[in-house]
């Protein structure tokens, strides 16, 4: 049987019970927060609420993720797969998403990941409190602000030289360079990516 909501087909002849598995992913880190079971009642509710809801298979009923602790998933958008078996459920979780306190079900942390680039800014903040007098980045954050400052200055000017030229190893290693030590000053200031980020998002309203 297929059954249409808002241009969605979903084929629940390949349900179990009349339930598909539906994935929820934070809308803004792309974690995967839980897996949930969706009927054709649950999945109407959650579009007409803008409340994630599913059905409990424990409970035998629908059931509102944050109805008892007020940590709601809001939804911000559902996806089939190509199969129209599998629901891929975008949403912006009000507290932890699992029962035991955890953000996860899995016991993750709900963070935004930049991939190499977070795991550069970890590595920054390891050698920032290293007392390593061979580490580069640990003798930038004893030397202060300013030196760390004048470092991206210089690195920003090097990157225009090597923009107008068509030396593009060149231009690709001082824009390597020039990020690298962007990353230090913006945790020499207290901030991350995920701060930047944000103030971005803020224009774009």
């Not at 409970?59 to 007020?70: A, N, P, V």
């Not at 306190?101 to 990941?113: I, L, R, Y």
């Not at 970890?122 to 290293?130: P, V």
Request: charge should be negative; glycine fraction near 6%; charged fraction near 30%.
């Amino acid at each position: 049987m297929l059954f249409e909501s808002n241009r969605m087909k979903l084929n629940f002849s390949k349900s179990i019970d009349g339930l598909l598995p539906a994935i929820v992913q934070d809308a803004t880190t792309k974690t995967v927060l839980m897996l949930g079971y969706m009927n054709e009642e649950a999945l109407k509710v959650t579009q007409d609420t803008g409340k994630v809801t599913f059905f409990s298979r424990s409970k035998q009923r629908l059931w509102t993720k944050g109805e008892e602790s007020g940590h709601f998933l809001s939804l911000v958008s559902i996806k089939a797969d190509c199969d129209q078996d599998t629901l891929l459920v975008l949403a912006t979780p009000l507290g932890p998403t699992c029962h035991k306190g955890t953000d996860t079900c899995w016991g993750e942390e709900n963070k935004q990941d930049f991939g190499f680039l977070s795991e550069l800014e970890g590595t920054i903040a390891q050698r920032k409190l290293a007392d390593d007098d061979t580490s580069y980045v640990a003798s930038l954050f004893r030397e202060g602000i300013n030196k760390i400052a004048q470092k991206v200055g210089e690195e920003a000017v090097e990157t225009v030289i090597e923009a107008k030229d068509n030396n593009d190893e060149l231009f690709l290693n001082e824009s390597a360079d020039l990020l690298f030590h962007y990353l230090i000053l913006l945790q020499a200031k207290g901030y991350q990516l995920s701060d930047i980020i944000r103030t971005l998002e803020k224009r774009k309203r």
